[in-house]
Structure formats: C-alpha cells, structure tokens
C-alpha cells in the first residue's frame, strides 16, 4: 500500500507492465512444469516419482510460507497438520471404505480445526512462544498418533490403498500439481485481498495493526487454519500415494524440512518456495540414491543452505529475484529518462 | 518505584499463594507422598531431574544472555555421548582384559566425560564465533527467531552429519560402572544412575558458584539483564557470548557423556534430552537458569508419573500435555522470565 | 586529556554531528550544553564508542579513541554514565558496583572504590542489598554513577543526571558532581538545566544542531545575551 501511493504517478504503467511480465512467467511456469514428465530423463518412473516428491514438497512449502512468511509466526508443529490430514483420510478409506478423494477434503478439514483449535491456543503469543507453542502441540499430537496404536497402528505403520488405480507415476504427478497450484492460487488470492493486507500488516507490526482498527487474533487464527488446512490436504496425498504411514511424517525434522524449503526459496513471497522446491528436491534426491553410501548427505546439505540463508541471504532465492527485477527496472528506467531527455 | 513498595508491603501469605507457588507446593507434596508410598518416583525424580538441569540451565543461560533460542543444544547432547563412547571404549577394551584393575574400573570413564564436556565447549565457541557473530553483524533484526531457524539448520546439519560418518548404529556402554546396585529407600539404584546424579549435583553447585560469586559468571549475568551498561563496565559482548555458548554447550555435552549407559549414542539422540530441556524452559520462563534448574524437577517429576502410571510411550506426552495447560494460565512461565524483549519479538 | 576535532557522527539515515570541537582539560568540570536534539547525547555516544566516528577525530590521552568498541573505550579510563543508566535490574546495588569494577583486577583498589562510592551516596550504603530495579529515580542516579566511578576513571561522561527527576533530588545529584570534581574527577556533563549548570562548572560549551556556537567560563556564558535569550528566558 505504501510502496505504491509512493510511487511516481508516470510508474502506473510499469505496474501494470509488471504485473502482464508476472503473469506471463506464471504461465511459462506452468506450461513448463506440465510438459516436464516428456522431457528426458524425467520419462523414467524414477525422474517422475522425484517430481511428485517435488511438487508434494512444493505445495508443503507455500503452506507453510503463507504463516511464516506474511503473519511472522513460525509454525514449529506444521508436519503434525500434515500428519492429522494423513491419518485421517487413511483411517476413513481403511476403516471405513470412504473413497481416497473424499478423504483428501476430510483430511483437510480435520487438520483445520485441529489448527484452529491450536491457533486459538497459542496465537495469542508471539514470536517464539508462538513457534514454540505449535510445536510443543505438534509433539504431542505425534505422541497421540504413536501411543494409540489401536487405531493407528503407532510405528509399525498403516498400510493406505492408492489413491488413483494405478502404479503409473505419471498420474499422480499431475494430481500433485493440481493440488499444487490450487494452493498456490488460493493462497495468492487470500494475500492479494485486504485479508492479505491485514496479515502483512499484522506481520510486520502487531501494536500499529492493532491501532488502525484490525483484531489480530482473528486474522491470525484464519491464516493458521488455512494454512494447516492445506497441510492436512497434502497430507491426505501422501497417506495414498506412499500407501505407508507411520507417525514419523509428523517430527520436527520433517516440519525442518518444509521450513528450510520454504526459506531457501525466500519467505513472504509463495512463489519462491515452490519453484525451488523442484531443484532442491529432485537434487537432494539424487544425491541420496547416487550417494547412498553416505546417509544423511542430502538432509547436511538441507542444513547447510538454510544456515546460509539465515546468516547471509535472508531473502532466500526470491529475494535475489526481486533485487535483479529491481535493478534491472531501474536500469531501464534510466534509459528511458536519458531518451527522454535528450528528445527534449 | 509501585512494585517496590509492593513487595514490602503485601503480606507473606498472600505472596505464597499465586499460582506459581501453588504448583511448586503441589509438586513438593506429591514428592513427599511418593517418598512416602513409592519411593522409586522420588529416587527417578531426582535422578533424571539433575541431568535435565544440567541441559536446561545451559539453554536458559544462551537465551538469557545471547537471546539465542538453541534448537541445536539436543546435537550437544548427542556430541558428548559421541566423544565420551569414543574415549571410552579402549579404555573399556583394557579392562575387559585385565578385570582385576581396580583403578581402571573406577576411574575409566571419567577421562571421557571429561573430555567431551571439553569438546562440547569447544563447538559452542566455534557456533558462536563462526555463525552467530556473523548473523550479529549483518542484523539484528528479528533475532530470535532468526537464530531459532538458524540452530535448527545446525541440528539437521549435526545429526545427518553424524549419520554420514558413523552410520544409525546404536553405540552404547552396558554400564560405566558394572557393579551391583545399591539400595536407597529400599530401591535399587544402579551405581551408574548414582554417579549421574552426584556429576548432576556437583555441575550444577560449581555453575552457579560460576553464576553467583566470580568475576565472570556477574559479567554474565549483568550482559544478560542490560548490554549496555555491561559495556559501560567494559565487558566485552564478544568475549561474554563465547564464554556463554561454549559453557552452555559443555553442559550439555557433559550430560550427554554422563547419560551414555542411559541413552546410547546414536544420531537422533539428542531429540528426546532437547524436548525435555525446552519443556523446562518454557515452563520456567525463557532466560531464567534458577527457574530451570527447579522446573527440571517438576518436568522430571511429570515424566516419573507418566512413566510409572500411564506407561513408557507417554513419556513426552502428559508432560506436554500439562505444560501447554499450565502456560495457558501464566504466558511467561512459572518463574518469569528475566529476559529483555522478549515479549516484543 | 579529552580532545574532539571535526567530529561528525550520527546514525544510519540521520547524520547529527556536523563538526564538532571539544577538549576537556585533566581535572577539569566541562558541561555540554543545548536545546533537545542538538546532538549532545551523541556526542557523548560517539566518544564512549557506540556510535561510529564519520569524520574527524577523538583523542585521550594523546590516543585515538574513535572506531573503538565501546568496552575499550572504558578499559582506556573513560567511563560513562547514560541517559537510561543501563543498571543491571536484578543485581543489587553491591553487585552492580562490583561488575562497574569488572576491569579492575585489584581487590583492595576495588573495597577502596565502593567505600568512596557509599561515602559520596550513603543511602547506597543503607540499600546495598536491594535490587536495582527496585531503587527510587534518584537513587538510580546515584547507584549508576557510582558504578561509573568503579574503575577509577580520569575522565567521566554524565548524561542529563537531572532528567526526570524532582528539583531536591537534581541538586543532590549536581551536588555529587561537583564534589567529584573536587576530588580531582575529570568530567564532561551533559545537561539542558542550563541555570544551575553553568553555576557549577568552569567551563561550557553550547552545541546547536550539531555544532558548538559557543565556549565559555560558566560565568561568561551566564552573561551572554544568546544563552540569555535562548536559554535562561532573560
């Protein structure tokens, strides 16, 4: 809001400009990504599974980056959500015959009003009280999810039918990616309206969003719900795609995971998270296989970046972006006003 | 000047009956009924209870000084287990095959707790200088939580690192020290859970001597509750945080080498000693090392019920459980925090 | 002792200090004076070294002080009273005196230095248990000059030990002051009770937008039409 009554009145055409430049990469992006599976090497079953890791990562990512990245609390107990949604459609598909899809909408909602109780619970503290309070609950929702072994079999795991009748890795790729974009589209949607203004208002200074008349705890507990309401989605994906589930999908280092994704491809922005999730999933991937006398390589490497960007590149990858567009705008810019001027 | 006057003037029983003491009592009265009844609670309370202070006070220390919530300090943990198995194990070897060595047997484990209390000294200086005086200098922006996520990096980093190189195998010792247990309020007590909690106790009596009465430990303590006026005095931040990371991390290093026999090393080790240190702390007040000293007890307390009454897998759970409750109450912790900001990040 | 050329300062987007000239001569009571935002409390700031030195120069003792970290400014013989004070809430008063002589390695020198600071302020002395945080306004002056005092330093800064405090407290605190300064403490005073200040110094400067427009004996400056005018509401 402020950048843009800042600007020069004569810089409404670039914004227009810029955003037909955005959408325009939107849908290369897009293009791109559906026609990937028919790019050598990913015609391999192998290359198409690390692309549905990819993409589940991705989706994972923009959830997560749509609580830390633009309300500023980090939720520290996010793979529980993910864990809640999972158990839930693969209980109702396994105990219940429930079709897989359905499932999927059930997860969700399960592990939206599990975030919403928590967010009740724990939003009215900040900072870390607030991430250490979502991860506190997380843990002990993982301990429920291992001790009642009755239902979910705890550790030894719960086998999940597929979600879609086939084996084909192809398939499912195009459902993550579905799922994948649904999110990031909703989500975007949310950020542009003034819920999304509320939110950045409320990240960036809690007391001066409180004085211009926005209840925070409102705003906080909608984008929380949200945003573990889209966890519990992929959740339910994963539950019957990896047919496997044990309570480990609900730890910490999963939610690291997520976190250091969503970090890496720079907070605040959606897009960042999700386009570098690719690289760094199939990369990491790779690295994993092709090293695999070296355990854990993958997940140093996971440690090593994010460290990095907490201390040197805090924008992560959609930061370096937004300079580059920045200074290449300017740059323009100035050759504009020199033609300008010398025409005068 | 209001709160001063407060203090003197309201009476002594209503000063005791806040909540904070209220839990404190209850704590108290269920140890003495366990004492009473079960004496294995009381025993295991204390045991595990001192170990834990050991973990909680050193990350209590980083936040109220540094104001570095440590997600690494479990990868401290995991370090001195390590270092200590290394050290141990010829050591081990020598007396397996010469069984009479008195001197062996009892003094053997010691050089490599020791030295992993060094070790993990020498990787909180090594945090600090290289990573968090750098994060220092670029921001200070949003700290907290910056270094929050940074830490986290360093656990996944530590912990996969330590699988690359030594692999998911469980490395553990039987028992430092195999002799039979003794009896104590008619529980047996292994002599390896006595030794525990006597390295526990004399830790914690030398920290907070350290803490209280030295030159350095006030330096602390003043840069804890005001930088500036630290600086004034000429102290030198730099050389505090040092100091402070590495002491915080030697604790914990030093817990997780006396604590081999109990956890055997592995690289995930450190999760469960790193949830246990956080609880206290949260439940204590973030930044205040005599509040987690205390609060390890009661976490420890909570866990021995669990354990005793609800069974093994519950372990984490009902004390979660009942600290997410008690902080619905009071935000800030039974004891209060001492730390500048917090509430502000 | 003290000596300040050209010395521009300030903070990231704001640059306040245009110039300034300054010297404090051993054993000398020099006050700084001016209106709110002149850039008094940044100097001090930038000779106790936290804030940077843009340009120009400042020496003590002959030694360049300016790019120094602030706890070697301290260790070189300067302390520094704040205008916040920065005590340390949850010590007591003893202790926040014995971490004010963290530089100091002699015991004696240390027992010395806390009996000459309850014999300047002996309700320290009656409180020395009490926690800081607990201390009254003035109380907190006193206990954090006194630890300014610890380390025995040659030349001190005080920042506005009169702010927020009522008149009977200010005088006993200016009172403290000059008799410091008759122990042979150099110090450099910042203050906007220019009345009473210019009483009991011998020198002052007036520093005006982040220059000095005027230097004088307290008395020349008394008389002067400007600091009349501006000042002193003659």
Same mark, same amino acid.
């Given at each position: 809001?402020?950048?843009?009554?800042?600007?020069?009145?004569?810089?409404?055409?670039?914004?227009?400009?810029?955003?037909?430049?955005?959408?325009?990469?939107?849908?290369?992006?897009?293009?791109?990504? $559906?026609?990937?599976?028919?790019?050598?090497? #990913?015609?391999?079953?192998?290359?198409?599974?690390?692309? %549905?890791?990819?993409?589940?990562?991705?989706?994972?990512?923009?959830?997560?980056? #749509?609580?830390?990245?633009?309300?500023?609390? &980090?939720?520290?107990?996010?793979?529980?959500?993910?864990?809640?949604?999972?158990?839930?459609?693969?209980?109702?598909?396994?105990?219940?015959?429930?079709?897989?899809?359905?499932?999927?909408?059930?997860?969700?909602?399960?592990?939206?009003?599990?975030?919403?109780?928590?967010?009740?619970?724990?939003?009215?503290?900040?900072?870390?009280?607030?991430? %250490?309070?979502?991860?506190?609950?997380?843990?002990?929702?993982?301990?429920?999810?291992?001790? /009642?072994?009755? $239902?979910?079999?705890?550790?030894?795991?719960?086998?999940?039918?597929?979600?879609?009748?086939?084996?084909?890795?192809?398939?499912?790729?195009?459902?993550?990616?579905?799922?994948?974009? %649904?999110?990031?589209? &909703?989500?975007?949607?949310?950020?542009?309206?003034?819920?999304?203004?509320?939110?950045?208002?409320?990240?960036?200074?809690?007391?001066?969003?409180?004085?211009?008349?926005?209840?925070?705890?409102?705003?906080?507990?909608?984008?929380?719900?949200?945003?573990?309401? #889209?966890?519990?989605?992929?959740?339910?994906?994963?539950?019957?795609?990896?047919?496997?589930?044990?309570?480990? /999908?609900?730890?910490?280092?999963?939610? $690291?995971? %997520?976190?250091?994704?969503?970090?890496?491809?720079?907070?605040?922005?959606?897009?960042?998270?999700?386009?570098?999730? #690719?690289?760094?999933? $199939?990369?990491?991937?790779?690295?994993?296989?092709?090293?695999?006398?070296?355990?854990? /390589?993958?997940?140093?490497?996971?440690?090593?970046?994010?460290?990095? &960007?907490?201390?040197?590149?805090?924008?992560?990858?959609?930061?370096?972006?937004?300079?580059?567009?920045?200074?290449?705008?300017?740059?323009?810019?100035?050759?504009?006003?020199?033609?300008?001027?010398?025409?005068? | 000047m209001?709160?001063? =006057?407060?203090?003197?003037?309201?009476?002594?029983?209503?000063?005791?009956? =806040?909540?904070?003491?209220? !839990?404190?009592?209850?704590?108290?009265?269920?140890?003495?009924?366990?004492?009473?009844?079960?004496?294995?609670?009381?025993?295991?309370?204390?045991?595990?209870?001192?170990?834990?202070?050991?973990? +909680?006070?050193?990350?209590?220390?980083?936040?109220? !000084?540094?104001?570095?919530?440590?997600?690494?300090?479990?990868?401290?943990?995991?370090?001195?287990?390590?270092?200590?198995?290394?050290?141990?194990?010829?050591?081990?070897?020598?007396?397996?095959?010469?069984?009479?060595?008195?001197?062996?047997?009892?003094?053997?484990?010691?050089?490599?707790?020791?030295?992993? +209390?060094? !070790?993990?000294?020498?990787?909180?200086?090594?945090?600090? =200088?290289?990573?968090?005086?750098?994060?220092?200098?670029?921001?200070?922006?949003?700290?907290?939580?910056?270094?929050?996520?940074?830490?986290?990096?360093?656990?996944?980093?530590?912990?996969?690192?330590?699988?690359?190189?030594?692999?998911?195998?469980?490395?553990?010792?039987?028992?430092?020290?195999?002799?039979?247990?003794?009896?104590?309020?008619?529980?047996?007590?292994?002599?390896?859970?006595?030794?525990?909690?006597?390295? +526990?106790?004399?830790?914690?009596?030398?920290?907070?001597?350290?803490?209280?009465?030295?030159?350095?430990?006030?330096?602390?303590?003043a840069?804890?509750?005001d930088e500036t006026g630290a600086q004034m005095a000429g102290i030198?931040?730099?050389?505090?945080?040092?100091?402070?990371?590495?002491?915080?991390?030697?604790?914990?290093?030093?817990?997780?080498?006396?604590?081999?026999?109990?956890?055997?090393?592995?690289?995930?080790?450190?999760?469960?000693?790193?949830?246990?240190?956080?609880?206290?702390?949260?439940?204590? *007040?973030?930044?205040? !090392?005599?509040?987690?000293?205390?609060?390890?007890?009661?976490?420890?307390?909570?866990?021995?019920?669990?354990?005793?009454?609800?069974?093994? *897998?519950?372990?984490?759970?009902?004390?979660?459980?009942?600290?997410?409750?008690?902080?619905?109450?009071?935000?800030?912790?039974?004891? *209060?925090?001492?730390?500048?900001?917090?509430?502000?990040? | 002792m003290l000596k300040i050329t050209g010395l521009e300062s300030g903070y990231e987007l704001l640059q306040v200090l245009w110039g300034v000239d300054l010297h404090v001569d051993e054993g000398e009571f020099v006050a700084l004076l001016g209106p709110n935002g002149a850039g008094k409390t940044t100097t001090l700031r930038a000779i106790a070294g936290y804030v940077p030195a843009l340009h120009g120069s400042v020496t003590f003792r002959g030694q360049q002080i300016s790019g120094m970290s602030p706890n070697k400014v301290s260790a070189a013989g300067i302390g520094y009273v704040s205008e916040a004070l920065n005590l340390f809430p949850?010590?007591?008063i003893?202790?926040n005196l014995l971490v004010g002589a963290y530089t100091v390695?002699?015991?004696?020198k240390i027992?010395a230095n806390i009996d000459l600071v309850y014999e300047l302020f002996p309700r320290l002395h009656?409180r020395?248990?009490?926690?800081a945080g607990?201390l009254s306004g003035g109380e907190r002056k006193m206990l954090a000059i006194g630890r300014g005092l610890m380390p025995s330093p040659s030349l001190l800064l005080v920042d506005e030990p009169s702010l927020g405090l009522a008149p009977i407290p200010t005088l006993a605190a200016f009172d403290a002051l000059k008799q410091l300064s008759k122990r042979g403490v150099t110090i450099l005073l910042v203050e906007q009770n220019v009345n009473t200040t210019l009483r009991i110094v011998d020198r002052a400067y007036v520093l005006e937008q982040g220059r000095i427009v005027l230097e004088g004996t307290g008395e020349q400056l008394l008389g002067d039409t400007h600091v009349q005018e501006a000042y002193l509401g003659i």
């Open positions: 809001m402020a950048t843009v009554t800042a600007m020069p009145a004569r810089s409404r055409k670039q914004v227009v400009g810029r955003s037909r430049r955005t959408l325009a990469a939107a849908v290369a992006l897009i293009l791109f990504a $559906i026609v990937l599976p028919f790019i050598p090497p #990913f015609t391999g079953q192998d290359y198409q599974r690390y692309l %549905v890791g990819a993409a589940y990562t991705a989706a994972l990512a923009v959830a997560f980056d #749509f609580t830390a990245g633009y309300i500023d609390i &980090v939720n520290f107990g996010f793979a529980a959500f993910v864990g809640i949604g999972a158990y839930t459609s693969a209980l109702l598909a396994v105990d219940l015959g429930l079709p897989p899809g359905l499932g999927l909408i059930a997860g969700a909602g399960a592990a939206g009003l599990v975030g919403l109780a928590t967010g009740m619970l724990t939003l009215r503290l900040r900072g870390i009280y607030a991430a %250490v309070m979502a991860w506190f609950v997380g843990l002990a929702l993982m301990g429920l999810v291992r001790n /009642l072994t009755d $239902i979910t079999r705890g550790s030894m795991g719960l086998n999940v039918p597929r979600l879609l009748g086939t084996d084909d890795n192809l398939p499912y790729y195009y459902v993550m990616l579905a799922l994948l974009l %649904v999110t990031i589209a &909703v989500l975007t949607y949310v950020i542009r309206s003034n819920v999304g203004l509320a939110f950045r208002a409320i990240g960036q200074n809690l007391q001066a969003a409180r004085a211009s008349g926005i209840n925070p705890t409102r705003f906080l507990v909608l984008n929380f719900t949200l945003s573990c309401a #889209f966890a519990g989605l992929m959740g339910g994906f994963y539950a019957h795609y990896y047919t496997i589930l044990t309570p480990d /999908l609900m730890s910490t280092t999963r939610t $690291i995971e %997520v976190l250091a994704v969503a970090y890496i491809g720079g907070r605040g922005s959606l897009w960042g998270p999700a386009i570098i999730a #690719f690289p760094l999933y $199939i990369g990491t991937e790779l690295l994993r296989t092709q090293l695999a006398s070296l355990p854990g /390589l993958h997940l140093v490497l996971y440690g090593l970046l994010l460290i990095v &960007v907490m201390v040197y590149w805090p924008g992560g990858v959609a930061g370096v972006v937004r300079k580059t567009a920045l200074w290449w705008e300017r740059r323009s810019e100035k050759a504009a006003d020199a033609t300008t001027s010398s025409a005068s | 209001t709160t001063a =006057t407060n203090l003197r003037t309201v009476p002594l029983a209503r000063r005791f009956l =806040t909540f904070t003491w209220g !839990v404190v009592a209850l704590v108290v009265l269920v140890l003495a009924i366990a004492l009473i009844f079960q004496p294995s609670i009381f025993v295991d309370t204390l045991v595990t209870g001192g170990m834990w202070a050991l973990m +909680a006070g050193g990350l209590a220390l980083v936040f109220g !000084v540094m104001n570095i919530p440590n997600f690494a300090h479990g990868e401290m943990f995991m370090i001195g287990g390590l270092v200590s198995w290394v050290i141990y194990q010829p050591i081990r070897d020598a007396f397996l095959n010469d069984p009479k060595n008195m001197f062996l047997q009892v003094v053997g484990p010691i050089p490599g707790i020791l030295v992993a +209390a060094v !070790v993990g000294f020498l990787v909180g200086v090594l945090l600090e =200088t290289v990573l968090f005086r750098a994060l220092r200098k670029r921001s200070r922006d949003q700290w907290v939580m910056n270094t929050f996520l940074l830490t986290a990096g360093v656990s996944v980093m530590l912990v996969n690192g330590d699988r690359m190189v030594f692999g998911n195998d469980y490395r553990g010792v039987p028992r430092y020290w195999d002799v039979h247990s003794l009896q104590i309020l008619g529980v047996p007590v292994a002599v390896d859970r006595i030794a525990v909690f006597v390295i +526990a106790m004399i830790s914690i009596g030398v920290f907070s001597y350290f803490l209280q009465r030295t030159r350095t430990g006030r330096a602390m303590r840069v804890s509750q030198s931040l730099n050389r505090i945080f040092m100091l402070t990371m590495g002491l915080s991390c030697g604790l914990a290093a030093l817990a997780g080498a006396a604590l081999l026999s109990i956890f055997p090393n592995s690289p995930d080790v450190g999760v469960q000693p790193l949830y246990l240190a956080w609880y206290v702390v949260i439940l204590a *007040g973030l930044g205040n !090392v005599q509040g987690a000293i205390a609060g390890a007890f009661i976490v420890s307390l909570l866990q021995t019920l669990a354990v005793t009454y609800l069974g093994l *897998g519950w372990v984490d759970v009902a004390p979660t459980a009942v600290i997410i409750l008690i902080l619905l109450f009071k935000p800030s912790g039974l004891f *209060g925090s001492e730390v500048k900001g917090v509430w502000e990040q | 949850s010590m007591s003893y202790e390695k002699d015991k004696a027992k009656e020395s248990g009490q926690l607990t």
